[in-house]
Nanobody
Framework: QVQLVESGGGLVQAGGSLRLSCAAS????????RGWFRQAPGKEREFVAR????????YYSDSVKGRFTISRDNDKNVVYLQMDSLKPEDTAVYYC???????????WGQGTQVTVSS
């Protein structure tokens, strides 16, 4: 069983920064991609960023492009989300996820709360 565990969430003022981490453990698999999603109160879960494990290509939602950076540490099997210039509308529970193939997100973490105060 694969487990994804997020860390690094917290409370920050608008304009500040946070770095989220997502560590993978358990029965490992060939990862096609890892990513981050978020869900704000009363809203649906939305895509934030994605990194293709082989090659490192990255993709971002328009709402975070230029402010967030996704990266990976192959040796540690950890994915990071560096979040800069945070806004109150970035407040949400952030989830780490992993893909074995190109279509579905097969594994999810339990989430970490990020709160940005104005």
């Amino acid at each position: 069983q694969v487990q994804l565990v997020e860390s690094g969430g917290g409370l920050v003022q608008a304009g500040g920064s946070l770095r989220l981490s997502c560590a993978a453990s358990g029965r490992m698999f060939n990862t096609y991609a890892r990513g981050w999603f978020r869900q704000a109160p009363g809203k649906e879960r939305e895509f934030v960023a994605r990194i293709i494990w082989s090659g490192g290509s990255t993709y971002y939602s328009d709402s975070v492009k230029g402010r967030f950076t996704i990266s990976r540490d192959n040796d540690k099997n950890v994915v990071y989300l560096q979040m800069d210039s945070l806004k109150p509308e970035d407040t949400a529970v952030y989830y780490c996820a992993a893909q074995r193939g190109m279509i579905t997100w097969d594994y999810w973490g339990q989430g970490t709360q990020v709160t940005v105060s104005s």
